[in-house]
């Protein structure tokens, strides 16, 4: 079984639509992270959250949401989704780099969002 | 501001040629850098993590190194099962979040 799980794969949906995308994961990693990857662009980061009461703003969090449910599950909301939106979005975990673990980041298989 | 740029943007190889990927960065206070490799339409795929200069990792076909400002992946004889766009990302110190490059396309036909 995957470590890094993104739930659903894929989405259309229509604009003003409210949207989640989930992820969970069983690798026991404290931080969770939420990128975005557009077509010729890197990945930007939406939002992270390094444990269940700690949540952070990425370079690029406008119109979007987030909640940590539990140290294995972070979701995405678009509270009312735009075309501009459409893109990949992948959902990443890390270990906790103050314990003397790497801080290497470790991504789920991605969700394909289309905006119309 | 903390940057990372990656050349070439693409790369295309004959099976057997070897060549090597850059990426530069500039960064406040390097913790760690990172090689990913993405095939389309999945999500990046670890493949290395280098922490200071000088130091070295190796992988079958994949070698990184890193400098104080660059690191290179060398793709020693590849093989059309190492085309994929290969993403650089760096880690500052504050440790908060990856900055990644735009990557390098890698194409090797047999």
């Known amino acids: 079984d995957a470590d890094v799980t993104q739930t659903p794969r894929n989405r259309i949906t229509k604009t003003g639509k409210r949207i989640m995308l989930e992820c969970s994961q069983t690798k026991g990693h404290d931080r969770m992270y939420w990128y975005r990857q557009d077509p010729g662009l890197g990945l930007q980061l939406i939002y992270y959250s390094f444990d269940v009461k700690d949540i952070n703003k990425g370079e690029i969090s406008d119109g979007y949401s987030v909640s940590r449910q539990a140290q294995a599950k972070f979701s995405l909301s678009l509270e009312s989704a735009i075309p501009n939106q459409t893109a990949l979005y992948f959902c990443?975990?890390?270990?906790?780099?103050?314990?003397?673990?790497?801080?290497?980041?470790?991504f789920g298989p991605g969700t394909r969002l289309t905006v119309l | 501001e903390d940057q990372v740029t990656q050349s070439p943007e693409a790369l295309r190889l004959q099976e057997g040629e070897s060549s090597s990927l850059n990426c530069s960065y500039t960064?406040?206070?390097?913790?760690?850098l990172f090689w990913y490799r993405q095939d389309p339409g999945k999500g990046p795929e670890f493949l290395f993590t280098l922490y200071s200069a000088g130091e070295e990792k190796e992988k079958e076909r994949l070698k990184a190194t890193l400098t104080k400002k660059e690191s290179f992946l060398h793709i020693t004889a590849p093989k059309p099962e190492d085309s994929a766009t290969y993403l650089c990302a760096v880690s500052n110190q504050a440790g908060t979040a990856l900055i990644f490059g735009k990557g390098t396309t890698l194409s090797v036909s047999s």
């Open positions: 990443a975990t890390s270990d906790n780099p103050g314990q003397g673990l790497t801080d290497t980041q470790y």
């Open positions: 960064v406040s206070g390097l913790r760690g």
